[in-house]
């Protein structure tokens, strides 16, 4: 599949609570020798600093953490409803004990700073410029912590987005 690029400024049907809520994506940093992904649901995207960003949150267990703290690039890669099972695979199992894209028979593409889906029908392609953890002092729901019940707080990536892009 080919893509366009595409200013989000002018995005239309991409409504990001369903794309990152319902329908999930897919977080993948590295490059062709080595890389991860990982699906998440947690995510956001807006403006900050003058900057069209996208954040991500991934705990430190997560082995696509690895390549999010030596690598310079991610990628949030979204697809149609058709590959939810292979996302759900690529959410319950880790990169270190299974081969992802030999299980799911996913394309990765490596013609970016980072790789990403050829399946994809959008790609968001980030550049980190902060990072830090998540800290619980600063929680002023309580309820929050329940979603930490082994202490084991997000970081949180946030990246410049420098390129949208959109099937053809």
Known sequence: MSFNRVDPRKLKE???FSKIGNEWML????????????????GMLGVLWNKNVAT?????????FEFLEKNDYY???????????KL???GS???RDVDKIKETGLSPVFDREA????????????????????????????DIEKNY?????HKMYIGEIVEFMEEK
Do not use: H
């Open 14 to 16: 991409f409504n990001t």
């Open 27 to 42: 977080i993948t940093s590295g490059n062709k020798d080595k890389f991860n992904t990982m699906t998440a649901s947690w």
């Open 56 to 64: 991500v949150f991934v705990r430190p267990q997560r082995y696509t």
């Open 75 to 85: 990628t949030l890669s979204f697809f149609d409803s058709k590959y939810k099972s």
């Open 88 to 90: 759900n695979f690529c």
């Open 93 to 95: 199992n880790s990169g």
């Open 115 to 142: 790789p990403y889906f050829e399946e994809a029908n959008n790609v968001i392609i980030c550049k980190k410029i902060y990072t830090q953890f998540i800290n619980p002092k600063n929680f002023i729901e309580p």
């Open 149 to 153: 019940e082994n202490n084991d707080y």
